[in-house]
């Protein structure tokens, strides 16, 4: 499929897509009981990771974009945050934690020089 939207083509929020899935996936391991808490909160900041940075991209000033990346980086943080609470809890192997922190990490690095890129 050809893409046809600006933001399609932007390699962050590709890997934002993509490491929105793997949380999701994640979260299957959480147990029932966190259905309405952390599994969804952490669903939702993940999401919201690739939503903001392409609303961003569509408003029509570069400040605005700048707004939209600062709110994706928040979003990568409480994920970050929640992925620290379902490590504690023993929601997750400590290996699928590993693997999930250093893919954010290298997200946040992306998305810090994509902001700073923006003119």
């Known amino acids: 499929m050809e893409s046809k939207f600006k933001f399609e083509k932007i390699i962050v929020w590709q890997k934002a897509m993509d490491f929105g899935e793997k949380i999701n996936e994640t979260t299957q391991l959480f147990p029932k009981k966190e259905i309405y808490n952390l599994s969804s909160q952490i669903r939702r900041a993940a999401d919201s990771i690739a939503l903001n940075i392409s609303e961003g991209s569509t408003g029509q000033t ?16 409480e994920v970050v945050t929640c992925l ?3 490590k504690r809890r023993k929601y997750v192997p400590t290996e699928t934690f590993n693997t999930l922190y250093e893919e954010a990490f290298t997200l946040m690095n992306m998305m810090v020089a994509f902001r700073k890129n923006i003119k």
């Not at 570069?62 to 943080?77: C, D, H, Q, V, W």
Request: charged share 25%; aromatic share 16%; no cysteine.
């Open 84 to 86: 620290h609470k379902a």
């Open 62 to 77: 570069n400040p605005e974009f700048k707004k939209f990346m600062g709110y994706a980086i928040r979003s990568l943080t």
